[in-house]
């Protein structure tokens, strides 16, 4: 960028997070469309509803103007314009902790400033689909759906069909996994504590993969696209990636068996 040029920006972006800075000013990191992960100020955004108003919740989905200035790295935000809110209906405790699970793992997985529009693309349509699935168990479909395709945009999903040791076919298997190898495995190679996806949890991430969220919605108000156990398979996969635990999985966990 030339030294003392200011360039403006103007885009769909996802809040992920903010955080206080000085006295009433925000950092917020948020997810944009043309840009990737971007972290700016928020001047007065403690106070200026004007400006910002309920707009800085973690996964609002806005339209954000600001600037970016020479050898800063941080932003310059003006204002944002909400295109839809978490908060403009109740929200259910497994409904919050999908949200926190998303905007999370958005947060840890993506650089700085590299335009992913196909992550854009899943996290946009999986917050919309947990706004209009207001059920414990509907948020399940929606949740594994962005984890396991997070772990494929990312380049960290194994292959389900063949055993990484020896090579062996899986399919129609029941196949071992853990938390700590990558890959997976067939039950002569499994690695110590080891767990198990079943037949039709491998099934259900071949479908997920194969078809629209939305279709897949409609499918699973009338019988179960996945098993919870390809939930924790997802989850323990970008954990194992991330090399850290996600503090809102085990809070989504624990609001999905209430």
């Known amino acids: 960028m030339p030294a003392g040029r200011q ?7 996802i809040i992920l997070r903010t955080w206080p800075f000085r006295e009433a000013d ?8 043309h840009q ?22 973690p996964a609002t989905q806005v339209r954000a103007h600001y600037v970016e200035r020479p050898r800063q ?8 314009e909400i295109l839809w809110s978490p908060l403009r209906s109740a929200v259910s405790s497994s409904g919050l902790a999908a949200l926190q699970l998303i905007t999370e793992v958005l947060e840890e997985a993506l650089p700085e400033q590299a335009p992913e529009d196909d992550i ?19 948020m399940r479909l929606p949740v594994t759906y962005f984890c396991l395709w997070m772990n494929r945009l990312m380049g960290w999903m194994p292959d389900l069909r063949r055993c990484t040791t020896c090579g062996a076919d899986l399919r129609n298997q029941t196949i071992h996994w853990s ?7 067939c039950p002569d190679d499994r690695p110590a504590n080891s767990r198990t996806l079943s037949p039709a949890s491998v099934a259900g991430a071949g479908r997920i993969f194969h078809s629209p969220l939305v279709d897949l ?3 699973d108000a009338k019988a179960p696209v996945c098993p919870e156990s390809l939930l924790v398979f997802a989850i323990a996969m970008l954990e194992r990636h ?7 999985a085990l809070a989504l966990t624990m609001a999905l068996t209430i």
């Open 242 to 248: 991330l090399e850290r635990r996600l503090r809102s």
């Open 179 to 185: 938390s700590s190898s990558d890959g997976v495995t």
């Open 26 to 33: 925000l950092v917020v990191s948020m997810f944009t469309r």
């Open 36 to 57: 990737g992960k971007v972290k700016g100020i928020a001047r007065h955004g403690l106070k200026s509803r004007k400006r910002f108003g309920g707009a800085l919740e």
């Open 7 to 13: 360039i403006p920006h103007e885009g769909e972006a």
């Open 217 to 219: 919605v409609l499918e």
């Open 120 to 138: 854009f693309r899943l996290a946009w349509t999986t917050l919309k689909s947990i706004e209009t699935e207001g059920s414990a168990g509907a």
């Open 73 to 80: 790295d941080l932003v310059r935000l003006d204002h944002f």
